[in-house]
Nanobody, 117 residues
């Protein structure tokens, strides 16, 4: 079973930066997909950035050029968020998944990011 723990959220002024971290434990492999999602109360959870099983990175259009996702090993993933905007305010969730008969879909507990002056 894979467990995920996010950290690094907080309050930041518009234009500021934050770095989120996701620490994974359990049976996770470097070619499992990992990503960051966010959710605003009352709205659907949306994909922010993902590292696919093939190592490709993809971003939602609204964060391209401002956010960077990377993974240092099978167990650690980051999201660098620069030039933050109030509309980036949300709870950010780490996700890891493996497709297949023995696959899984794991989520962290979420970390709050608030962009406000």
């Amino acid at each position: 079973q894979v467990q995920l723990v996010e950290s690094g959220g907080g309050l930041v002024q518009p234009g500021g930066s934050l770095r989120l971290s996701c620490a994974a434990s359990g049976r996770i492999f470097s070619n499992d997909a990992m990503g960051w999602y966010r959710q605003v109360s009352g709205k659907q959870r949306e994909l922010v950035a993902i590292i696919t099983s093939g190592g490709t990175t993809n971003y939602v259009d609204s964060v391209k050029g401002r956010f960077t996702i990377w993974r240092t090993n099978a167990n650690t993933m980051y999201l660098q968020m620069n030039s933050l905007k109030p509309e980036d305010t949300a709870v950010y969730y780490c996700n890891a998944k493996q497709i297949g008969p023995h696959g899984y879909d794991a989520w962290g507990q979420g970390t709050q990011v608030t962009v406000s002056s």
